[in-house]
């Protein structure tokens, strides 16, 4: 019992610095791929990537949604940074979900947010090196 509290302590510590400290937050002047995406809530996602040598160099979020939202955004940046494309496109909302444990619960929105936006600026990327 007490190896599952631990646990818990742990992710709960994880989201509360997500929450308060999100990283790779702003806006990149000149991205490889960017997307903007409104969830079913209401909340905007926007994500820029920058590609060097096939893999995800910089990676940065910007929201006008919920510290939850924020939160997510900012895992799932933190999955992508460093992965080639094959390997970020393959990061499900699960992924993100299961970095916060049950800890999501009726926000598990946000993280399909944040994931599906993160596709759509991986797959502007590779839209724009086709033309």
Do not use: W
Request: glycine share 8%; aromatic share 6%.
């Amino acid at each position: 019992m007490a190896g599952k509290f631990k646990e818990k302590k742990d992710y709960l510590k994880q989201l509360l610095e997500h929450l308060t400290k999100p990283r790779n937050v702003g806006r990149m002047t000149d991205p490889d791929g960017a997307a903007i995406v409104k969830g079913q809530c209401g909340d905007t996602m926007e994500m820029y990537v920058a590609i060097k040598d096939g893999k995800i160099s910089e990676i940065l979020f910007y929201t006008d949604g919920c510290g939850v939202t924020a939160a997510c955004g900012s895992i799932t940046t933190e999955l992508a940074k460093g992965r080639n494309i094959k390997d970020a496109l393959r990061i499900s909302p699960a992924d993100v979900i299961d970095e916060l444990h049950d800890f999501l619960g009726a926000n598990v929105h946000c993280a399909i947010l944040t994931v599906i936006t993160l596709h759509k600026a991986l797959a502007d990327y590779l839209l724009k090196r086709e033309l």
